[in-house]
């Protein structure tokens, strides 16, 4: 119950909210937004693991909502699909603890967005995690460069991070342990 009131509120809030008009609105600075941990989502005091995905969650509708890819994607049936995501935990967060979610696209190739999500609270750094997003229409994977543009964003091609680097690393090294067990 929780989880939908909060993306509620986030919707409605980022509706309200001036929009984003460039890429660089989303990739160069962070979008900040501030929870607060509920009652029902700690666990033996501290944020539920799985709640942190709720919460990154909700930063992204926020920048889809504010971009204008939620009303075009929802009229053209596209979906946005998480293809992978990997979070590091640093600190617990407390019940009823203040923190802040601090999100930006940090890259994008032909196909993926690569979203990156800080947690601070009382300005350090508790946990962070990256997302891999496709959009999806029927079954096909739109391109990025026609995400970008269905908005009316510029598409650039950019340097990958280190840390995309690495990522896509692990995911091959994870994909070739997988297959290799699997026999």
């Known amino acids: 119950m929780m989880i939908w009131l909060r ?3 986030v ?3 980022s509706i309200f909210l001036k929009p984003y008009k460039r890429v660089e609105d989303i990739s160069k600075e962070s979008i900040s937004l501030k929870f607060r ?17 709720t919460f990154m969650e909700s930063c992204r509708l926020h920048i889809m909502i504010r971009t204008g890819h939620f009303f075009y994607a929802r009229r053209h049936k596209w979906f946005p699909v998480i293809g992978a995501q ?7 967060i407390k019940r009823f603890q203040i923190f802040e979610v601090k999100s930006r696209l940090i890259y994008w ?3 993926s967005l690569y979203f990156e999500h800080i947690f601070e609270s009382n300005r ?10 496709i959009w999806v229409k029927d079954g096909k994977v739109i391109p990025s460069r026609e995400a970008f543009e269905c908005v009316g964003f510029e ?19 994870q994909h070739k342990h997988i ?3 699997s026999k």
């Not at 990997?86 to 617990?92: E, G, L, T």
């Open 7 to 9: 993306l509620i509120c």
């Open 11 to 13: 919707f409605i809030k």
């Open 37 to 53: 941990v509920g009652f029902f989502e700690a666990d033996v005091g501290h944020l539920n693991n799985a709640r942190y995905m």
């Open 86 to 92: 990997c979070i590091r935990y640093v600190r617990p």
């Open 109 to 111: 190739d032909r196909t």
């Open 124 to 133: 350090e750094i508790v946990a962070y995690g990256y997302i891999k997003v």
């Open 155 to 173: 598409y650039k091609e950019m340097p990958e991070p280190e840390v995309i680097k690495a990522w896509k690393q692990y995911e091959r090294s």
């Open 179 to 181: 297959k290799s067990i």
